[in-house]
């Protein structure tokens, strides 16, 4: 967090991720065939869940508002990308035609869109409850996120055009590796650079005291909104991939539990600590699966190795810290590594 | 009389928060294991039990059941706080929080273990028991006041009077309001502050236990599950009500639980939205719930 050396330009982080994801394009659609389709959905599950869990990082970790909401986001961003890649896809289908994009194209462009809308609604979405609740302090804050998060839920379930109680299904199987991939670079390039930025300074000296850092002439309010938006946007992202990979969207899976989970991984990797979220959120996926072999106890054994692990460890696997750059770039490569290494 | 149950399960947030500024998420399970407890009481106790009707259980019986199961939801309360939070009374706030849940989902996924999954009936109230099964939430057209209903308002509201005496009147209560207003004021005044968060825990857990075995009385069912949204409701209410405060939470309960019947009625799929619609309401009309002003917080 300290000092700039951990940090590194984004455009040497550019130049330094491309090959990597040039590579692991190519692997993810080789991996796909040669995993058990059970591990190789953990492990975008895996990636989807660093997605929500660094973006709630932003809110929770780095600006020190406790927000348990953030399932809601998800399903945002889930119904708006489902909105574009079902329900407007004529449209966008006989746009992309009109402007000779070739078939292969047409797909993940769409996709791409609907993330892009997923985003957009999701951190607009962000924008109207931000306003009112983040003046809120402290837990009324958590309250309201919670009372949004199920309140939203709510609203989804009542409306019959999007499928109800029921939920919405036929989604298109668009998930892809890359997809997951390109997003869990994404949230971290973000989450970083706004650590090393004076915005992000200024989330943390909102973290570390709310009046201090007013008093030195940070717009408090603004700074919450920002950073409510920007994670509000990241779980649009993550609701947008997880709705196309479970091809279809039962709102009762994004309930509060959903949120808890998410705020679980955040503080057990460590409030504000990107790397101790991107752990946490990986462990966090495969623990249930690892876990499956006591059957019926194994609920029973995750609950309890979490409070153990709070116990043992208050301030999370990390605290605040990150890991140092050369675990650091080391990491960055063997997230989904060590997930193929764990799934093959 | 959803509210009253609201109310009953939220005192032990709001007592809870008051103390320790924790929110407790696993009081809620704490309710569904004291409505477990006062069911094994009345099968295997033999619990006065209306002559010759095997499910229906006398109103003296109900109260045993709810004092069994007080006494058992407050050790599960008091062994929580020793064993979870406790050790964490110098952590973040947030580590706390995480470990509630981690308790919370350890007594959910534990009570389906040891409870098994599935809904379990409960007995009857004499006098409460329908003509023809199944028409038991008063099915008849225009307004209608169910026995049980008027039972659980009462034991409600005694309950909360009870409370307010011990809180109000009593030394132990004046060191529990002492603890909430400051912790380390207090312990320097020679007040034993763990024992007096053990005994927030016990009342507290006490009370959400008396509402387990009255909502199970109520519906004629319990889950493991239970807790859960019932859990999440009395939060919400006791935080409409002004967290910490223990008339707010007896008020918010009542108004949770009135809107969410009262809409039910008429949109029954709109209950939970507008249930947390009062709550964003409220929050943004009076930051601190409708009587949290006297404990501002920020020095």
């Known amino acids: 967090m300290k000092g700039n050396r951990r940090h590194l330009p984004t455009v040497a982080w550019l130049a330094l991720m491309a090959p990597v994801a040039l590579a692991l394009w190519a692997a993810g659609s080789g991996l796909e065939s040669l995993l058990v389709p059970y591990y190789f959905r953990i492990i975008l599950l895996s990636g989807i869940a660093v997605i929500a869990a660094v973006s709630l990082n932003i809110v929770n970790g780095f600006t020190g508002q406790f927000s348990i909401g953030h399932a809601g986001f998800m399903l945002v961003g889930a119904y708006a990308s489902a909105g574009i890649t079902m329900f407007a896809r004529p449209f966008t289908e006989s746009v992309l035609r009109s402007a000779h994009v070739p078939d292969v194209m047409l797909m993940p462009l769409q996709f791409a869109a609907a993330i892009a809308v997923a985003a957009l609604a999701a951190s607009i979405v962000g924008l109207l409850v931000g306003l009112p609740s983040l003046r809120l302090r402290g837990d009324y804050l958590a309250i309201a996120t919670l009372g949004f998060g199920e309140g939203i839920r709510a609203i989804f379930v009542t409306v019959d055009a999007v499928g109800g109680a029921s939920g919405l299904h036929n989604i298109p199987p668009l998930t892809s590796f890359v997809w997951v991939f390109l997003g869990v670079v994404g949230v971290i390039i973000t989450a970083r650079n706004l650590a090393a930025s004076t915005h992000g300074r200024a989330l943390f000296a909102i973290r570390e005291d709310e009046l201090a850092a007013q008093a030195v002439g940070i717009d408090t309010f603004r700074y919450k909104v920002l950073a409510f938006l920007i994670s509000a946007a990241w779980a649009g992202v993550a609701g947008a991939l997880l709705a196309h990979l479970d091809l279809g969207i039962d709102p009762r899976s994004y309930s509060f539990m959903k949120s808890v989970e998410i705020v679980v991984m955040v503080v057990l990797g460590g409030l504000g600590s990107v790397t101790g979220s991107v752990i946490a959120a990986v462990g966090l996926t495969w623990l249930p699966e690892i876990l499956r072999p006591v059957a019926e106890y194994r609920m029973v054994f995750y609950s309890a190795l979490l409070v153990l692990l709070m116990l043992l460890r208050p301030r999370g696997l990390f605290g605040r810290k990150e890991l140092g750059l050369a675990d650091l770039l080391g990491k960055k490569k063997t997230v989904p590594n060590a997930n193929r290494k764990e799934g093959g | ?299």
């Open chain 2, 1 to 299: 009389m959803l509210g009253s149950i609201y109310a009953l399960i939220a005192l032990g947030y709001t007592m809870v928060y008051g103390v320790l500024r924790l929110i407790n998420f696993a009081h809620g399970d704490v309710y569904m294991v004291g409505a477990f407890i006062g069911l094994y009481a009345w099968r295997y106790l033999g619990l006065p039990s209306e002559e010759g009707q095997a499910q229906v259980v006398s109103t003296a019986g109900l109260l045993l059941m709810m004092l069994i199961a007080m006494v058992g939801a407050a050790a599960l309360g008091v062994l929580i706080e020793r064993v979870a939070y406790r050790p964490l009374r110098r952590a973040p706030r947030l580590t706390a929080l995480i470990t509630a849940i981690g308790v919370s989902m350890l007594l959910e996924y534990g009570g389906q273990l040891v409870f098994g999954t599935t809904k379990q009936d409960y007995p009857w109230l004499a006098g409460t028991v329908p003509s023809s099964i199944g028409s038991a939430a008063g099915g008849s057209s225009g307004i209608s006041i169910d026995r049980v209903d008027v039972i659980i308002l009462v034991i409600a509201v005694l309950l909360v009077v009870v409370l307010q005496i011990i809180v109000h009147g009593t030394r132990p209560g004046k060191a529990m309001r002492a603890v909430a207003f400051d912790r380390e004021a207090a312990s320097l005044m020679g007040i034993n502050t763990d024992t007096i968060i053990a005994l927030t825990f016990i009342v507290g857990s006490a009370f959400a236990g008396a509402a387990g075995v009255l909502v199970g009385v109520r519906n004629h069912y319990v889950e493991p599950l239970m807790g859960l949204t019932a859990g999440i409701k009395a939060f919400v209410a006791a935080v409409v009500g002004g967290i910490g405060s223990i008339p707010g939470a007896a008020l918010g309960g009542l108004i949770m639980g009135l809107s969410e019947e009262a809409v039910r009625a008429f949109y029954p799929e709109l209950a939970d939205a507008v249930v947390f619609g009062v709550l964003i309401l409220i929050l943004v009309l009076r930051p601190c719930g409708l009587i949290g002003s006297q404990t501002a917080e920020k020095v």
